[in-house]
C-alpha cells in the first residue's frame, strides 16, 4: 500500500502559525484528508482537499498539495491551546484510508 | 449530533479468548468500516462493509476476524482467538456515501483491547 510519512511532533506558541507536512508515495488518490484525534476522542474529519487542486482554505486552516513533490501540508493559524492534538494526513486508497502515523501538535501558552 | 459510538470504551482479555468489539454506527450511513492503532504506529485499515458484505478488506484482517451487523443498528468486529499482538485501539467508522465524493468518516472514540 501507500506510504503515508508525517513528523511525529511540533511544538509551537499560542498565536504562532503551526504547519504540518506529510509526503506520500503513490500519487493515485483523488482526495487527501487531515484528520485531528483529540485526547481520549475518535478521529474527526478536519479538511480535505481534491487532488486536482493545489490549495485549499477554510476560516484557519490552509491546505498545500504539491503533487510533484508527493507533499501536503497543513497551515494553521493564529494557533490556539485547543489546537493541541494529534493531526492525521489520510490518503484514500480503494475503499479505505491510508493514514500516516500522526504528528502530535502541543500548543504552549 | 449524531455520532458513532462503540463498545467497550477497554476490554482486557487472556490470550486465546474470543473478544466481540460492538459499534453503534450513525443512523443513515450505509458503509462501516474498522481500524485499529497499536500504540505508537498508524491507524490501519482493517474491513470495509456495505449491503452486509465485506467489500474490502486489508492483510491484518485474516480468518481470525469477523465482521457482522446482526441488527438494523449495531456493527461489531469479533476476534476468534487472541493474540497478543492484537492489542490496540480499535476504531469504528460510518459513512453516507462511502469513499465516493469527499468520503467523510465518521469514527468513534474507539475501543481499547489489552491483550495478556
Known sequence: GEDVEQSLFLSVREGDSSVINCTYTDSSSTYLYWYKQEPGAGLQLLTYIFSNMDMKQDQRLTVLLNKKDKHLSLRIADTQTGDSAIYFCALRSGYALNFGKGTSLLVTP | ?116
Open chain 2, 1 to 116: 449530533e449524531p455520532e458513532v459510538t462503540q463498545t467497550p470504551s477497554h476490554q482486557v482479555t487472556q490470550m486465546g479468548q474470543e473478544v466481540i468489539l460492538r459499534c453503534v454506527p450513525i443512523s443513515n450511513h450505509l458503509y462501516f468500516y474498522w481500524y485499529r492503532q497499536i500504540l505508537g504506529q498508524k491507524v490501519e485499515f482493517l474491513v470495509s462493509f456495505y449491503n452486509n458484505e465485506i467489500s474490502e478488506k486489508s492483510e491484518i484482517f485474516d480468518d481470525q476476524f469477523s465482521v457482522e451487523r446482526p441488527d438494523g443498528s449495531n456493527f461489531t468486529l469479533k476476534i476468534r482467538s487472541t493474540k497478543l499482538e492484537d492489542s490496540a485501539m480499535y476504531f469504528c467508522a460510518s459513512s453516507e456515501f462511502g469513499l465516493r465524493n469527499t468520503g467523510e468518516l465518521f469514527f468513534g472514540e474507539g475501543s481499547r483491547l489489552t491483550v495478556l
